[in-house]
Nanobody, 124 residues
Framework: QEQLVESGGGLAQAGGSLRLSCVAS????????MAWFRQAPGKEREFVVA????????AYADFAEGRFTISRDNAKNTVYLQMNNLTPEDTAIYYC?????????????????WGQGTQVTVSS
């Protein structure tokens, strides 16, 4: 059974850091482009960052550029999201997504597999 499980969310102070993890099972992880999306209360889900299956091509949302870093460990079937210099505006549920795409895309409808999400709360 295909599954994505996020972890690492929690409470952080403004200016702090968090590292999210997403472990995949039931898929050939190294074939998949991986992405992170987020949804804040009362807002639409939005793209954060994506990384292609080879790990050589990325796409970042403007707000993530320079603060967030995506990486993957194909041996561990895991994708990471390192988030630095957090602000209260980063408070959201963060979702991991996967699909067999040739390149990273910001379009959430291109991703077939989704995790349940992990809550990130940043206090001021």
């Amino acid at each position: 059974q295909e599954q994505l499980v996020e972890s690492g969310g929690g409470l952080a102070q403004a200016g702090g850091s968090l590292r999210l993890s997403c472990v995949a099972s039931g898929i050939t992880f190294s074939w998949y482009t991986m992405a992170w999306f987020r949804q804040a209360p009362g807002k639409e889900r939005e793209f954060v960052v994506a990384l292609n299956w080879r790990g050589g091509s990325t796409a970042y949302a403007d707000f993530a550029e320079g603060r967030f870093t995506i990486s993957r460990d194909n041996a561990k079937n895991t994708v990471y999201l390192q988030m630095n210099n957090l602000t209260p505006e980063d408070t959201a549920i963060y979702y991991c997504a996967a699909d067999r795409l040739s390149h990273p895309t910001t379009d959430q409808y291109q991703y077939y597999y989704w995790g349940q999400g992990t809550q990130v709360t940043v206090s001021s």
